[in-house]
C-alpha cells in the first residue's frame, strides 16, 4: 500500500498534519535556541545549573529531579506520537527504497532514548553527556525534516 | 508563647484559604528570627499578621500570602524587622512542576533590607530564573504587595 492508494481526504489530512508538525517542530527548535543556544555549553547550563555570580542575567539552577522526570515523559510520548505520524507516512511512500524506509522509521525512537538517555546523565554523571545529546538530537531533527520533506513529495506530486 | 507550642497562633493564620503547613510556618519563623521566639496573631483589616519577639523584645513582623503562580497557588511568607526593612522571604508551599527555584537561598536574598518604598522590578533590582519567569514575577508582585501592607499597618499603629 502507498500513498496513490490512498483516498483524497486521508492524503489532504497527511498533508496538513505534514505541515502543522513541520511549524510545530521548527518553533520547537526556535525555543531550545533561545534557551541554550543550541551548544552543549548552553544545555550543561539550562539543565545543571551556574553559579549565582557567574554572571548578571537571569539565574540558572539544576534541574530538579521532578522537573527532570516531567521534562523525559512528556516529551518521549508527545515525541514518540509525532514519529508514528512521520513513520507512518514515510512506510507509504511509493518512491523511498525499503531500505531507507525502514532506517527512517526506526532512527528517531533510538535517537529518542539516546537523547533523554544523554540528557540524565548529563544531569547527574557527566556534563559532557551533553555533546551527545546534542548529537543525538540535531540527528534526529535531520531525520524529521528528511521525513516531512518525503511524505510532502509523495502527496503534492505527480 | 516560644515558637515550639506556637500551634495555636500558627493554626489561625493556617485557617486561610491557602494555608502552609503549621510545622513548615514554625521553621521558617525560627530560621529567619531565630529559634525560641515568641509569636502571637494580630489581626489587621482582614489579614492574620504574626508578631515576633523575644524577652518582650520586638524583634519583627510577618505574614503568610498566596500568589497564582502558572495555574497553583504559590504560598510564601515575608518578614519584617521594626525598621520595616525586608528579613526574609520564603516559599512556603509551592505546587507547580516548574519554577521552585524561587525557593532558593540565592535568589530569595536579593529582597532582604528592602523597604515599601524601593523599586522590585524583575530584570532591574531582581534577577530573574530561566525556566521560572511565571513563577519569579507572581513572588515579586506578593512580596511587594505584602511588604507594602505590613508596612502600611505598622505605620499607622495597627501593628505593634
Redesign the interface.
Known sequence: MTWRDVPPALRTLARWVVAVQVVGYTTSLVFVWH?TRLVPPGIEA?YRGTP?EAS??????P??F??ML?VTHTHLLSMAVIFVLTGLGVALCARVPERWKRWLVAEPFGALLVSFSAMWLMRYADARFSWLLEASSTVMAATFYVQSYLIWRELVGP | MTLAPAAPAVLCLALAAQAPPPARLAASLARVFGPGARVDTLHVDTAAVLRVSRNDSLLGFAAVGNVLGKDQPITFLVAVGPDDRLKDVDILVYRE??G??VA?E??RRQFRGKRAADSLRVGREI?????ATISVHAVTLGVQRLLAALTAWHQRGALR
Request: proline share 8%; aromatic share 16%.
Open positions: 534557551t539550562r549565582p548578571t542575567g537571569a539565574m540558572q539552577f534541574k530538579s521532578a522537573e516531567t | 512542576p516548574y521552585g527555584e532558593y540565592s535568589w534577577r530573574g530564573i530561566s525556566g
